[in-house]
């Protein structure tokens, strides 16, 4: 079974509306992390946000979101407001483990495109 | 900045050739790592160093060496490239606690063709 899934080739938004992103991940590790990417077309790798598999309430930085949904094993990106800016590819990652080397693994990416 | 530096940016090398690309952090990060990124795939992780004096093979890392030449630098060699490795590769640093939800910080990338 994949890691990590992003369901989602593509995604259009109109500027300043709220967009989803998803991410499902498979793991049996009690102790996970969630992190999201951002890659703009300049090609480097921007960290957003990290959900740890212990923490209570969903992860916030300014207008990135992550809905964090353990039961059903996803968790998905929101992005509000959005800003053309935001047009970029989003990765989800997972880390596994606790101690020592602590794998991360990452899905295929989501193509988000703000329209204005 | 404070950050991540790859070199270089851009390559094209024949198929047989051999190459080495740098990494350098400035954070006193004890982790790196080299990742590649290939359309429709995603990044994989090829090798890791998760302290200075240590690496370990990731998910890819055949046709592939490195060096953590010390805390600062961890390097990918290429000894006889080929076309399948014909892709854009990442090195990215973090803290060991990534339970702390540190990310990473990556470099900007290298391009590399392999003809």
């Known amino acids: 079974a994949q890691k990590i899934t992003q369901t989602q080739p593509g995604m259009f938004v109109q500027e300043k509306e709220a967009v989803t992103l998803d991410c499902t991940y498979d793991t049996s590790d009690p102790s996970y992390g969630l992190f999201w990417y951002k890659q703009p077309s300049s090609g480097e790798m921007i960290f957003l946000i990290y959900q740890g598999s212990y923490d209570q309430q969903n992860a916030t930085e300014g207008r990135y979101s992550l809905n964090f949904q353990k039961a059903r094993k996803s968790a998905n990106l929101v992005i509000s407001a959005s800003q053309l800016g935001d047009s970029a590819m989003y990765f989800c990652?997972?880390?596994?483990?606790?101690?020592?080397?602590?794998?991360?693994?990452f899905g295929i990416g989501t193509k988000l495109q703000v329209i204005p | 900045n404070a950050g991540v530096t790859q070199t270089p940016k851009f390559q094209v090398l024949k198929t047989g050739q051999s190459m080495t690309l740098q990494c350098a952090q400035d954070?006193?990060?004890?982790?790196m790592y080299w990742y590649r990124q290939d359309p429709g795939m995603g990044l994989r992780l090829i090798y890791y160093?998760?302290?200075?004096?240590?690496?370990d093979k990731g998910e890819v890392p055949n046709g592939y060496n490195v060096s953590r030449l010390n805390k600062r630098e961890f390097s990918l060699r290429l000894e006889s490239a080929a076309p399948s490795q014909t892709s854009v590769y990442f090195c990215a640093s973090s803290e060991r606690a990534q339970s702390e939800g540190y990310g990473y910080t990556f470099g900007s990338g290298t391009r590399l063709t392999v003809v």
């Open positions: 990652a997972m880390r596994e483990g606790l101690e020592g080397y602590q794998k991360v693994t």
């Open positions: 954070m006193n990060h004890n982790s």
């Open positions: 160093s998760a302290s200075e004096g240590t690496t």
